[in-house]
Structure formats: C-alpha cells, structure tokens
C-alpha cells in the first residue's frame, strides 16, 4: 500500500470528508466516500478523488488549499525550503522523495540551461492524473513559499493523454503544458534555480536534512538508493566532463568495484544511469531548444554529433531530427 506519508493521507482523506461541495457529487454523501476511504491506501484514494470530482484540474486546486501542515510530506518541503537557492532545495527533495512514496522515482537534473525535475512511475498502474497534477501543483508551491514570490515553471510535462485540458492547465500553472509525453516532468530555466531562498537557514537546512536523512535511512535499501540519487546527480553535474565510472567514482569517493556491487545490487549500473540521463536531456533539449545536433552531442558528453545520433536511435528508434520535428 502507497501509505508512506501519513499526514498526506490524513489530509486527503479530511478532503473527501469536509470539501463536499469541492470532490463529492450531489448523489454521493461525504460520509459514505470517508466511510470508504477509511480502508484503502494512497493510490486508491486519487483514484477516488478522481472518480466523484466533476472538476478536471482537482488535483491543482487541492494542492494550492495548502493544508498539508504534519507528515512527512510537510517535513520534507520544509527542509527543502530552508536551503540555500531552488538548485538545492530541488536536489534535497528530490534525493528524499522515497520517505513520501516509493512507488515513485523523482529525479532533479540540471545544467547551464536550467534544470527538469521528472517524475517516473517505478510500476504498475501509474499515477491517476489528479496525483500528478497535485505532486506538480505541490513542487510549484513549495518553491514559491521557499522564494517568497510565486515561482512559474519553463514548461509542465504530464505523461497523461489530455489534449483537450491542455488550454486550461496552462493557464493554472502560467506556462506551456504538453500532455502525452513520455515522463512528468517541471522544466525551469537557470535564473529562476538561482534565486536565494528567503527562508535560507544553513544550520536549520542541517538539521532538517538529518531528521529527514535518519527516516530515509529506515526505509528498506535506502543506503543504495541513496546512492544512485548522488550518482544520478553527480552525471547531470558532469554531462559535458567526465561520468566515466573512474571519474563518478573518484568524486563520490567510492572505489569502482564497490559502486559496481551495489548498483547491481539494486538492479541497475553506471552505463545505465549514464544513458538513461542522457536520453532525459536529449529528448528536453530537442523539444524545448533550438541548439544544433553538435550542440547538444557536445552538452551530452559525446565526442562526435554521429555518436550521438546512433545512441538517440537505438534509445528511441528515431533519428534526433526526426524526434525533434514530431516533438
């Protein structure tokens, strides 16, 4: 069951108690959906949500009430809002994200041109639509209570087919939306994950981190996940340089076979992590720029822009120009 966060759960759950007028139809009382509610987990529980509400873009308007005060989930937003710029306060919350729920890989990436924050279901089923819209609405918040003014993403992602909601999802979030694609993901450019935070408190960001840390830590494998989330970052840190496993090693300290073992351990390597990032920032830097192929090859970390075009084909089954002019 999807139950990690407690305090998400329980505000969900008063959602579909007290905001009757807001998720439950007339034909159904309050009561009756809480009386469900009381017995099935988080997933099951957006699903619900999802299912009485007449309202499409539910999930943003839930997260934008701002209620969720206790749990892990406000703990967590908490000690991302206390560092130093949205760089580090993503990358926190991002590398904790699995205290609030394991069913979901979040990832924060970034480089000179900013940096996407995605979303990837680890099974089935995915996320119902309306938790997406939530975690985005959610992340968006978070970030403008950490700058202290309304923080507007580059472009929003959703992985759900919703053409017909594109229009008005733009005008929620204040940006481009495009729904369809292959992952979640929030896109923002360099200069809005630059700002200082407001709520900047070095000795506080510690000290949440810890508590934070220490309840991550309790979490099965969370040592290895640990783990990949510093090796994932450290390669979108080092795109362009080197992600060669001698130099991911000798960054993160750790000798070569033993960062072998224990990402095999958790079933992945280096050269997948390496090639899964690229393929992220490939398929962002066609969509969304307009920077040549030998500008991109080069952002990736390949020698040559043919090496790059052989190793988009065999991750997508396309050439880079053609994925661009469909994207």
């Given at each position: 069951m999807h139950t990690a966060d407690l305090g998400l759960l329980r505000y969900l759950k008063r959602v579909a108690r007290d905001a009757g007028a807001m998720v439950v139809p007339p034909t159904e009382t309050s009561a009756g959906l809480e009386e469900r509610c009381a017995s099935i987990d988080l997933r099951e529980l957006?699903?619900?949500?999802?299912?009485?509400?007449?309202?499409?873009?539910?999930?943003?308007?839930?997260?934008?009430?701002?209620?969720?005060?206790?749990?892990?989930?406000?703990?967590?937003?908490?000690?991302?809002?206390?560092?130093?710029?949205?760089?580090?306060?993503?990358?926190?919350?991002?590398?904790?994200?699995?205290?609030?729920?394991?069913?979901?890989?979040?990832?924060?990436?970034?480089?000179?041109?900013?940096?996407?924050?995605?979303?990837?279901?680890?099974?089935?089923?995915?996320?119902?639509?309306?938790?997406?819209?939530?975690?985005?609405?959610?992340?968006?918040?978070?970030?403008?209570?950490?700058a202290g003014h309304a923080v507007v993403p580059r472009e929003v992602w959703f992985a759900h087919h919703a053409p017909a909601l594109e229009p008005?999802?733009?005008?929620?979030?204040?940006?481009?939306?495009?729904?369809?694609?292959?992952?979640?993901?929030?896109?923002?450019?360099?200069?809005?994950?630059?700002?200082?935070?407001?709520r900047h408190n070095p000795v506080l960001a510690q000290v949440l981190k810890g508590v934070v840390g220490e309840i991550a830590a309790r979490v099965p494998h969370a040592q290895e996940r640990d783990l990949v989330a510093q090796i994932r970052q450290d390669v979108a840190d080092h795109l362009a340089q080197d992600v060669t496993l001698t130099g991911v090693a000798g960054r993160l300290?750790?000798?070569?076979?033993?960062?072998?073992?224990?990402?095999?351990?958790?079933?992945?390597?280096?050269?997948?992590?390496?090639?899964?990032?690229?393929?992220?920032?490939?398929?962002?830097?066609?969509?969304?720029?307009?920077?040549?192929?030998?500008?991109?090859?080069?952002?990736l970390g390949f020698s040559e822009q043919a090496a790059f075009t052989r190793a988009f084909k065999k991750w997508t089954g396309k050439t880079p120009g053609a994925y661009r002019r469909t994207a």
């Open positions: 957006w699903q619900e949500i999802g299912r009485v509400s007449a309202d499409p873009l539910i999930g943003i308007k839930l997260a934008r009430r701002g209620e969720v005060d206790q749990g892990l989930a406000a703990t967590l937003a908490y000690a991302s809002g206390t560092q130093a710029t949205l760089i580090d306060g993503l990358s926190t919350f991002s590398r904790f994200y699995p205290v609030i729920d394991e069913s979901v890989a979040v990832v924060f990436e970034h480089d000179e041109a900013g940096g996407r924050l995605v979303r990837r279901d680890k099974g089935s089923p995915r996320c119902p639509f309306v938790e997406v819209q939530f975690a985005h609405a959610a992340v968006l918040q978070t970030c403008s209570d950490m008005d999802l733009e005008k929620a979030f204040g940006c481009p939306v495009r729904t369809g694609k292959k992952v979640d993901a929030l896109f923002f450019t360099h200069d809005v994950l630059s700002q200082h935070m407001t300290g750790i000798h070569e076979r033993t960062l072998q073992r224990r990402l095999k351990d958790v079933g992945t390597s280096h050269k997948e992590i390496v090639d899964e990032i690229r393929q992220n920032v490939a398929v962002q830097q066609l969509a969304a720029t307009d920077r040549s192929m030998g500008e991109i090859a080069f952002l």
